[in-house]
């Protein structure tokens, strides 16, 4: 036993502080065997803070990060090979000042985001099967915009995106949770809904609202701050006064959405019989009138032979 470990058990002041951790997170072993534990480096005395091997103890001891490892949740969007122990692991090696046992989840996420670029697919988005299934197909499409937006995130920030299912009243939304931290929850009825192609039209709507927050803008920390940062970088970009996201995807997006649609539901039509499908996806309610009651009636008659096509896309 080093000089210091030893230190830290025969010191009244250290074993009190070794005791109090012990139940401050409920251990189930003796001060001295906080000692043996911690080796080397040594809960208190020489170093005046608990030793990483405590700390990554506790870590490892969260049911949120058991649960994380257990089912291999986190991916490292650089290295497929990485399991998500390996992430973590790594995590902490980096962490020893840190409080990571005691941390908030949506904190500690937050924090692994600010170590690399990883996406965390939560235990009930990967049980969410008929969204899951969608997910993965456009995830595995080659050299495709939104494929690419899953597997590359931000070029010049690094970030976590949790893919996640919730009982909001809309398809999906993204939020800002923190510096390094996006999270994009769809609406649980995808789980067993069996319009594929409109799973596929919810999944790349809301990416492309995770790539507006982790693309146009940099330096937000809350949704409201970045609201205000949008609204001026769309005024200096398009000299218009919307501050909607839509507007954008509207003046830009249309076009790419509907034929990524049309990508997987085989390239059985031309891109504009998927048009509708991405006006009404969230669309049409924030810039009604922005198209002619002729021209939306138009893509709706098209798209009637998709919904009726009965090799339309499926997802197994």
């Keep these: 036993m080093s000089t ?12 009190t502080a070794a005791a109090n951790f012990i139940n401050k997170y409920k251990l189930s072993i003796s001060v001295a065997e906080l000692d043996a534990l911690v080796g080397e480096g040594k809960f208190c005395g020489c170093e005046g803070t608990y030793n990483c091997k405590a700390n990554k103890l506790l870590f490892f001891a969260r049911e949120d990060v058991k649960e994380i490892i257990d089912n291999n949740l986190l991916y490292d969007s650089n290295n497929a090979n990485l399991s998500s122990f390996d992430i973590l692991q790594s995590y902490t090696n980096s962490q020893c000042d840190e409080n990571i046992a005691s941390m908030t989840y949506d904190d500690l996420m937050d924090d692994i985001g600010a170590s690399g670029d990883f996406i965390l697919e939560d235990i009930y988005f990967k ?3 008929n969204l899951y299934c969608v997910y993965n197909d456009i995830k595995n499409l080659p050299n495709n915009y939104y494929s690419k937006l899953i597997k590359d995130l931000h070029e010049d920030k690094t970030l976590l995106i949790e893919m996640s299912v919730g009982t909001h009243g809309e398809s999906g939304t993204v939020q800002i949770i923190g510096d390094n931290y996006i999270r994009m929850s769809i609406n649980q009825h995808d789980c067993i809904n069996t319009d594929f192609i409109g799973i596929a039209q919810t999944l790349l709507h ?4 995770i790539d507006f927050k982790t693309t146009l803008i ?3 920390s809350n949704n409201d701050e970045y609201r205000a940062m949008w609204r001026a970088w769309v005024n200096k970009k398009y000299g218009i006064e919307y501050y909607n996201e839509h507007h954008i995807m509207v003046l830009e997006y249309m076009k790419l959405e509907a034929n990524t649609l049309r990508l997987i539901d085989g390239n059985q039509f031309p891109y504009d019989h998927y048009l509708y499908i ?3 996806g969230g669309l049409e309610i924030d810039w009604q009138g922005a198209f002619s009651e002729s021209t939306v009636d138009d ?3 098209k798209n009637e032979k998709i919904q009726s096509n009965p090799n339309k896309y499926k997802c197994n």
């Design 4 to 15: 210091c470990a030893w230190q830290a058990v025969q010191s009244d002041v250290c074993q």
């Design 127 to 129: 049980d969410c099967k």
């Design 206 to 209: 809301e990416l492309k609202h």
């Design 218 to 220: 940099s330096g937000w």
């Design 278 to 280: 991405v006006w009404k």
């Design 299 to 301: 893509w709706k008659e």
